[in-house]
Nanobody, 117 residues
């Protein structure tokens, strides 16, 4: 059915920037909420940011002012611009497409982001 493909991860120095992308390979519902989550070693997966089709956003406190989520509905793609990255941001980042009315979630394969001097 729907598959999500992520790209854009990598190794960056503190203070650097990365831009993650996640595109759906199949058709999605217009009501889909798109978002990003991350999981560091030994920790639970945590919400980073979400965005509705209408443009409403929600950010974790740890990334406010540094990360920006955006989406291109025509391309079924969600982006995460990450600025002023810090070592604490090191994690595997997963994109998520959620359909609340149906209780359905689709997840990307994950992309590694490493912030180190």
């Amino acid at each position: 059915q729907v598959q999500l493909v992520e790209s854009g991860g990598g190794l960056v120095q503190p203070g650097g920037s990365l831009r993650l992308s996640c595109a759906a390979s199949g058709s999605i519902f217009s009501s889909t909420v798109m978002g990003w989550y991350r999981q560091a070693p030994g920790k639970e997966r945590q919400l980073v940011a979400t965005m509705t089709r209408a443009g409403n956003t929600n950010y974790a406190d740890a990334v406010k002012g540094r990360f920006t989520i955006s989406r291109d509905n025509a391309k079924n793609t969600v982006y995460l611009q990450m600025n002023n990255l810090q070592p604490e941001d090191t994690a595997v980042y997963y994109c998520n497409f959620n359909l609340p009315a149906w209780g359905i979630d689709y997840w990307g394969q994950g992309t590694q982001v490493t912030v180190s001097s």
